[in-house]
T-cell receptor, first 110, second 114 residues
Framework: QKEVEQNSGPLSVPEGAIASLNCTYS??????FFWYRQYSGKSPELIMF????GDKEDGRFTAQLNKASQYVSLLIRDSQPSDSATYLC??????????FGKGTRLSVIA | DAGVIQSPRHEVTEMGQEVTLRCKPI?????LFWYRQTMMRGLELLIY????????DSGMPEDRFSAKMPNASFSTLKIQPSEPRDSAVYFC????????????FGDGTRLSIL
């Protein structure tokens, strides 16, 4: 059973701070990793993907992947109230399609 | 570009009725996925297709659920007969392939079975 673990939260951060969202996974053979954002009542929206160890930056978002430690994280710099949402970690492992975590709820306090 | 299109957006029906959910994937995408999302269980993969062929339906909860993809631009998820525990949001997603490509989600169908 391939598992993706996320702290359900809520993670509360003040406006302007860095939000750090973490995800661990069980299958060491996992290959590609995705972060989705889901606003309440809406569908998941892809915001980042990362395939290689290290950091990948896109605007205020940075994805970090450490395959040896089997974790992937998402940093959101200068957090805004509009970033308040549930963030889903997802990954490919073996021949299965995307496996999703249950998500971390982020609340950015103005 | 048009995204994944699902219909209806909302469905309220009585227990025992047949429910049909529809999905049009992004043009050019070869893979289509049906998910169900609830507070308790999160996002669950029900079934997925590659090139219109069902690849894995192990996530389909019961024989009451069935899915088809008659062509590259259309898929249906059917529940017959429906039960109150089927109430959830059902998402359709598509991607360029089943491997290592991100999935793009439709807006979902919010299903309520009374």
């Amino acid at each position: 059973q391939k598992e993706v673990e996320q702290n359900s939260g809520p993670l509360s951060v003040p406006e302007g701070a860095i939000a750090s969202l973490n995800c661990t996974y069980s299958d060491r053979g996992s290959q590609s990793f995705f972060w989705y954002r889901q606003y309440s009542g809406k569908s998941p929206e892809l915001i980042m993907f990362i395939y290689s160890n290290g950091d990948k930056e896109d605007g205020r978002f940075t994805a970090q992947l450490n395959k040896a430690s089997q974790y992937v994280s998402l940093l959101i710099r200068d957090s805004q109230p509009s970033d308040s949402a549930t963030y889903l970690c997802a990954l490919f492992s073996g021949n299965t399609p995307l496996v999703f975590g249950k998500g971390t709820r982020l609340s950015v306090i103005a | 570009d048009a995204g994944v299109i699902q219909s209806p957006r909302h469905e309220v029906t009585e227990m025992g009725q047949e429910v049909t959910l529809r999905c049009k994937p992004i043009s050019g995408h070869n893979s289509l996925f049906w998910y169900r999302q609830t507070m308790m269980r999160g996002l669950e993969l029900l079934i997925y297709f590659n090139n219109n062929v069902p690849i894995d339906d192990s996530g389909m909860p019961e024989d009451r659920f069935s899915a088809k993809m008659p062509n590259a631009s259309f898929s249906t998820l059917k529940i017959q007969p429906s039960e109150p525990r089927d109430s959830a949001v059902y998402f359709c997603a598509s991607s360029e392939s089943t491997r290592n490509q991100p999935q793009h989600f439709g807006d979902g169908t919010r299903l309520s079975i009374l």
